[in-house]
């Protein structure tokens, strides 16, 4: 028998995994000492908070490096298939408690931290968590890593690392004001940059046709300037299996070429604004929520990243001689909504110009390796971008769409006949307003598959966004339903919840989370329901103590704590919500109720509006308006609390979901594509009061209608009611207590007395109401009647809690992954 090969010495050593430093807490003390002496260098005595904090980072992470180290060798070793993750955004909250449940360490770092007499708690609060998403969708994309880790399946996620993430809200007077959020400014040691593996990507300029040296005739790309893409990674641990996979995030910077080719001018003064002008494609998160504004900058972002991403997958991950034919067979690309399908034409222009494949070969690859998630049902949230803008900044790429657009359309010109009607329809460059390119066809075409994030979703994509597509593509369409991490949400988020679920059914559940239900029968135990009720309580202390200290705002521990955070948009309709508080608000001042004979509730907001959507500030003005009355009326004898902490983020939201009782998931049937809130508010046990929307309708299936408040029109009931012609003013005039509300906001109750100020707020409710606030009014009342009067009875309220919880672990991340796996990925599990 041949004898083993013999590892080159070079490769042995390279990989050599380090080993972990020793799990024991002396072990861990000596490592963080050295760090903080070493690293920071700084003696104990003398070391501040952060210089303790960043030396712990980078203690803990030590514990992962030979984890890590080991999954890239083992990953280069099996060449199995994996996901590469594309998304313009990752939500990613705080690390150090992440990294610390993964590697199991949380006690002995507990342990040994207080030996130094160094408070892990105060530790932790000082991380500023890295905000480089909008809201759902990209958190949606941190949780989804977390899961393939856990799940031990091959990921790579590709990203943009801003320099400023989402931006930090403050208040002035009750408006909003934006503040830049400088994540990075106390240190980042979460990162590993390696300069050294950079990415060149270039813009601009002009195609030709040439001969090639083999004769044929080709299409280059003269690229105008170019920018340097840097890529940082991160690890992404999975629980406790000794898998770390990879997040790499570019970031731009001026190649040293870059001030002599665009500007030429030798002026030093140049020379710098070229460097920044290269490094703002990186500078910041876009902080549009729901509309695109179709600015360049954002067209170089998405594409600067996705291009950098492509070439290192294809130039540095992949083994040199890798034979791209097989590249379906060694990687998916995801894309997380159409932020980079412009990921489209880089593969194939990388397959035909730098590795000379003719345009079929190309193009068969293409289609399986892309594959499309769609997020969204709003018209104005698909991304078109303008065959002008397209073809300045990208011109290779746009010859190269408008190819894929001609042969796709003569497919279905052959196929229907000629039907230029559908042709028009179906064509991926739409030519009204303006000629653009619509960047949801062109994923529908090239990709493998195309998936909704929850089933009403993923049905209406198919009925009423793309429908053509759906008769066009049989089986492209699927649903996969969004899901969120039990790590993050549960397990870290809620440890006293943890506590009692793992005292009633063991460990396990946390990887498994389906095994909720067998918490069912622990509903009807008085025992269970006592800790149960005692979790929540303690949770809404603890709570109590991060508002005071952060806003001053107090939590009473015997309200219902009736809970509406996510961002501010019409179509969510924290409007609705407002009409709620003051119609509770008007029936004490006039009388109708006395405040002892209400149930006593604290509503508890949290939202950022996009900086240039006018009314969504109105309506933040108008929430802080309504709460500075509210609560400061002697009258409703503190029955009432409005409270909107400001900067409403992942740290937060892991404070104020475990301490819910009511959660409020209030769109307007067939608007919010799924929501992720909505599950990891139920997994906490509060109980929800919702819409026929998203994902509400699993959830309602699931937990039962005895322990969900559902209220309002039905999506068709909308279609039907927007095709007769809605008169928001009629349920004005039909509704008395509707009409006082408004009225109350209109007379200046909450402004001082000043009618103007939320006159934009009340004109639109009456004269425009896209998202039909006024026709959910009643049925919304009277659904929030209900509640006051369900939580009165404390047990039954329990049992319907406990039943959430063990109900809803379908809406783990790690069942949404697997989901992903059978019907789109085909990656299982590797090692
Ligand atoms: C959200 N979309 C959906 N978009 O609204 C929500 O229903 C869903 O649960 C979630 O995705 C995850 O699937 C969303 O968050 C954005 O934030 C985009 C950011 C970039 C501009 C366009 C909106």
């Known amino acids: 028998p041949a004898a083993p090969a013999k590892p080159k010495a070079t490769h042995a050593l390279a990989l050599a995994p380090v080993g972990s430093p020793a799990s024991s807490v002396d072990g861990f003390v000596r490592e963080f000492l050295r760090e903080l002496n070493y690293g920071q260098g700084v003696a104990l005595s003398t070391s501040s908070v952060n210089d303790q904090y960043l030396a712990l980072a ?9 984890r890590w180290l080991e999954t890239l060798r083992r990953q280069a070793e099996t ?8 998304s313009a955004e990752y939500l990613l909250g705080r690390q150090l408690g992440n990294a610390l449940l993964a590697t199991g360490l949380t006690e002995i770092v507990e342990e040994g931290l207080g030996k130094c007499g160094v408070d892990l708690a105060a530790l932790r609060a000082q991380e500023v968590e890295p905000g480089l998403g909008n809201g759902g969708l990209g958190r949606l994309a941190a949780c989804f890593i977390d899961s393939l880790a856990t799940m031990s399946v091959p990921c790579i996620g590709y990203g943009i690392r801003y320099e400023y993430g989402i931006f930090r809200q403050t208040f002035v007077e009750g408006r909003q004001v934006e503040q830049a959020d400088s994540w990075l400014a106390l240190g980042a040691p979460w990162e590993f940059p390696h300069p050294e593996a950079a990415q060149i990507v270039t813009f601009g300029g002009h195609t030709e046709k040439y001969t090639d040296t083999d004769g044929v005739e080709r299409s280059r790309w003269v690229a105008g300037w170019k920018v340097k893409a840097i890529p940082y990674n991160y690890m992404v641990p999975g629980y406790q299996n000794g898998r770390v996979n990879t997040l790499r995030l570019w970031r731009a910077q001026a190649t040293d070429a870059f001030d002599l080719k665009i500007f030429n001018s030798g002026d030093y003064e140049e020379a710098v604004r070229a460097q920044t002008f290269a490094e703002n494609i990186s500078k910041v998160l876009y902080p549009e929520d729901s509309t695109p504004q179709g600015k360049e900058l954002r067209l170089q972002q998405q594409y600067f990243f996705v291009s950098a991403s492509i070439h290192d997958f294809v130039n540095s991950v992949l083994p040199k001689d890798f034979d791209l034919h097989k590249l379906p067979d060694r990687i998916i690309f995801q894309l997380n909504d159409t932020h980079p399908v412009i990921g489209v034409p880089e593969l194939m222009r990388v397959l035909i110009d730098e590795k000379k494949m003719d345009w079929d070969e190309a193009w068969a690859i293409t289609q399986q390796c892309f594959a499309y998630t769609c997020h969204t049902l709003l018209p104005e949230a698909l991304e078109v971008w303008s065959v002008d803008l397209l073809g300045r900044l990208l011109p290779r790429h746009l010859e190269i ?63 009423k966004v793309l429908p053509d597509f759906d008769e066009f593509f049989p089986g492209k369409f699927t649903n996969v339903t969004n899901g969120v991490t039990p790590r993050r949400f549960v397990r870290l988020a809620n440890p006293a919840l943890s506590e009692l679920i793992t005292d009633a059914i063991g460990v396990g559940w946390l990887t498994d989370l389906e095994r909720l239900r067998e918490l069912e029968p622990y509903a009807e135990d008085e025992e269970f329901r006592d800790r149960f009720r005692e979790v929540k309580a303690h949770n809404k202390r603890r709570l109590n103590r991060v508002l005071v200290e952060r806003d001053g705002f107090t939590v009473d521990d015997s309200h219902l704590l009736d809970v509406m955070v996510k961002r501010l948009h019409e179509y969510k309709r924290q409007t609705l919500k407002v009409l709620h508080i003051v119609t509770e608000y008007e029936r004490i001042i006039s009388g109708e109720v006395k405040p002892a004979d209400i149930t006593p509730r604290t509503f508890i907001f949290g939202a950022k509006a996009a900086p240039g959507y006018k009314i969504a500030k109105d309506i933040i003005h108008l929430i802080n308006g309504v709460g500075a009355v509210v609560n400061n009326d002697k009258r409703v004898e503190g029955r009432l609390k409005v409270l909107f902490p400001p900067n409403y983020n992942v740290t937060l939201a892991e404070k104020v979901i475990p301490a819910a009782d009511l959660s409020e998931q209030i769109s307007l049937a067939g608007k919010e594509a799924s929501g992720t809130g909505n599950m990891k508010f139920a997994l906490n046990g509060a109980l929800t009061i919702g819409t026929d929307d998203g994902a509400n309708i699993e959830i309602r299936e699931l937990v039962g209608d005895d322990n969900f408040f559902l209220f309002g029109l039905l999506e068709p009931e909308v279609e039907a009611l927007y095709a007769k012609g809605y008169v928001p003013s009629s349920f004005y005039e039909s509704d008395p207590s509707l009409k006082r509300a408004i009225d109350l906001i209109a007379q200046g109750a909450f402004s001082d007395g000043d009618r103007d100020v939320f006159a934009p707020v009340v004109g639109n409710l009456l004269y425009e109401d896209r998202f039909m606030a006024l026709a959910d009014y009643r049925a919304y009342i009277d659904a929030q009647d209900k509640v006051g009067a369900a939580y009165a009875d404390t047990d039954a309220w329990t049992r319907s809690a406990i039943l959430n919880v063990a109900r809803s672990g379908f809406f783990s991340s790690d069942r949404s992954m697997r989901h992903y796996i059978d019907r789109i990925w085909h990656t299982p599990p590797a090692f």
Request: net charge positive; aromatic share 8%; no cysteine.
């Open 401 to 463: 769409i408008y190819r894929i657009n001609e042969e796709f359309l003569e497919r279905v010109s052959e196929r229907f006949d000629g039907d230029q009607l559908r042709v028009s329809r179906m064509s991926i460059i739409a030519e009204h307003p303006e000629r653009a390119v619509r960047m949801a066809y062109l994923a529908t075409v090239a990709g493998a598959k195309v998936n909704g994030v929850a089933e009403l979703h993923s049905q209406l994509l198919r009925d």
């Open 58 to 66: 980078r203690t803990v992470r030590h514990y992962l490096m030979a």
């Open 79 to 86: 060449q199995a298939k994996g996901v590469a993750y594309l």
